[in-house]
């Protein structure tokens, strides 16, 4: 599995997310959705828990 490409699409499509329905709606799909899903995947998953990281540095950049 390519994990690093799925949380770079998700980081993608919150920008459309942003634009059509606002921040507050941005971060509960990219923060509370998606990124808390990856950190519970990274516990039991090595490749997961390296890629975090970067994944919370992305999320940062989009938002």
């Known amino acids: 599995m390519q994990y690093h490409k799925v949380w770079r699409k998700q980081c993608q499509a919150t920008r459309t997310v942003r634009r ?7 971060l509960d ?8 899903n990856f950190a519970e995947a990274a516990e039991q ?5 390296a890629g975090l990281p970067r994944f919370q540095a ?5 938002l």
């Open 20 to 26: 059509r329905f606002g921040l507050k709606n941005a």
């Open 45 to 49: 998953h090595p490749e997961f828990a």
């Open 29 to 36: 799909y990219l923060v509370s959705e998606k990124l808390l």
């Open 58 to 62: 992305a999320v940062w950049e989009v």
